[in-house]
């Protein structure tokens, strides 16, 4: 009887000690570093901006506009020459957080169309005094580069909602 006794023990204890506690990972992507001084502020993680005015994206992973000419999509560092003078620091922009949103471009014409000619309406990155927002290349309070990407802290979008507007508030 003691065998067993102590048979079960051992058992108990070498079960008890290979079960591993399991810990919970949060994975936040966050591209603030990435995105242009004229974004909008009070989002994390962008993938896409429209500019309703244009009626073009923006791809800021790969930092480039994307519009269409001659019935197909073209990526483009810079705005085509019929809008180079365009401001885009001033011209509204909708954040679009989905895979190759200009092949929604239909609906997104529509829906945001009440946004064009809305000059000024949204604080831009570049003007933010929220620190978060020193680590983009160019900001002001980042001219000698002393601030670097501060890991997943802060707050705003964390590419929870497919769009949003970039009026800077927190979601």
């Known amino acids: 009887m003691k065998r067993i ?3 079960l023990i051992a058992a108990c204890t070498l079960t008890l000690s290979s079960v591993s506690v399991s810990k919970a990972q949060v994975n936040v992507n966050i591209n603030i570093g990435a995105q242009p001084l004229w974004g909008p502020v009070g989002y994390d993680v962008v993938q896409y901006y429209y500019l309703p005015d244009l009626q073009m994206y923006y791809y800021v992973p790969s930092r480039q506009f994307v519009y269409l000419s001659n019935g ?3 990526f483009a560092a810079g705005l085509p020459a019929s809008y180079r003078s365009y401001n885009l620091y001033t011209g509204y922009k909708v954040v679009i957080n989905e895979p190759k949103p200009y092949l929604h471009f239909a609906t ?13 309406k949204q604080g831009v990155i570049r003007d933010s005094k ?3 927002y020193f ?7 980042n001219a000698k580069g002393e601030y670097k990407q501060q890991g997943s802290s802060g707050s705003g979008n964390k590419g929870g909602n497919k769009g949003g507007h970039g009026k800077g508030k927190k979601n």
């Open 130 to 132: 929220d620190p978060k």
């Open 5 to 7: 006794v102590s048979m």
């Open 135 to 141: 680590v983009v290349k160019g900001h002001p309070r």
């Open 108 to 120: 997104h014409k529509v829906k945001y169309a009440k946004y064009k000619g809305h000059k000024g």
């Open 72 to 74: 197909n999509w073209l």
